[in-house]
């Protein structure tokens, strides 16, 4: 497999967090696990600029400047975690070859995924706290076709309940530099999760002077998403990439919902030592 091939191949889209498009760079992360069978070290640095919703049913964005470090060795990988659903972990691959990749992993998020501060009925809620969670992923190639998914859970305890994500994603290698991919997704989100970023509890209703909300699981969003990776030389990369997820179901109807389209962009740049 060609390498801009194998770069292309491994792109994965949260449209709601900064992970939506961090995991773009971990994808040529994951083009050098595939290089590093061997039981050697593979260093990656870089930064990106992201902008993207304030918090997941946000209408407002923020951009922000995130570094971006991975660092692998055979098929452990510290950083990034590509294809896991969160920007930064540990985790190992226990299947990988050209076709197939299963693997597990334990990160989080890099920052909270919602403040009270960020609009005005959130005010004395209280903010959603960055969590510990762990990842069971797993992707199939074939030819220009990649399909992948995970399953995301909280075990931090901090009631983010569990997602599971599945996207197909066609890959056009425009030459030995220069690869454009682009697919659908979905994600589906149970009770927990959902009421927590959707819900209005009792005490929140009476703070907000709003009616309580009854957030229940089911299919969150579903997204398009289209991104560009080029090889600059053989140690510099950059790509940039967009996702546009639409809300779905009790996320799309909530009263905490501003806007039930969310996009996520950005662009990076990585040097691999």
């Avoid at 595939?34 to 304030?54: C, E, K, Y």
């Avoid at 570094?67 to 969160?86: D, E």
């Avoid at 907000?208 to 510099?236: C, D, E, I």
Wanted: net charge neutral; charged share 15%.
């Amino acid at each position: 497999m060609l390498h801009g091939q194998k770069i292309g191949a491994h792109f994965i889209f949260l449209s709601t967090t900064v992970a939506a498009l961090l995991t773009a760079h971990d994808a040529m992360a994951q083009a050098r696990l595939d290089q590093a069978a061997d039981d050697s070290w593979r260093f990656s640095a870089g930064l990106g600029v992201f902008n993207r919703p304030r918090y997941p049913g946000s209408g407002d964005t923020q951009t922000v400047a995130v570094p971006l470090v991975t660092a692998n060795y055979g098929r452990y990988f510290i950083g990034g975690t590509p294809g896991a659903g969160f920007p930064f972990g540990v985790g190992f691959n226990i299947i990988q070859d050209d076709a197939w990749r299963f693997g597990i992993a334990l990160g989080g998020e890099l920052t909270k995924p919602r403040k009270e501060s960020d609009a005005p009925i959130l005010r004395g809620w209280g903010d959603i706290p960055e969590t510990a969670l762990g990842s069971v992923f797993a992707s199939y190639t074939y030819d220009w076709l990649t399909v992948r998914g995970f399953l995301l859970s909280d075990i931090g305890g901090n009631d983010q309940g569990t997602r599971i994500a599945l996207d197909l994603e066609g890959r056009y290698l425009v030459n030995d530099r220069l690869v454009l991919t682009a697919g659908p997704g979905v994600t589906w989100a149970n009770g927990k999760y959902t009421q927590t970023f959707y819900g209005i509890s009792a005490p929140q209703s009476l703070i907000a002077g709003v009616a309580p909300y009854r957030a229940g699981g089911g299919l969150n969003t579903v997204r398009f998403s289209v991104g560009a990776q080029y090889q600059l030389t053989a140690q510099w990369g950059l790509g940039a990439s967009v996702s546009v997820a639409w809300l779905q179901g009790d996320a799309e109807n909530s009263p905490i919902t501003e806007d039930r389209t969310q996009t996520t962009y950005g662009v990076f740049a990585s040097y691999r030592f």
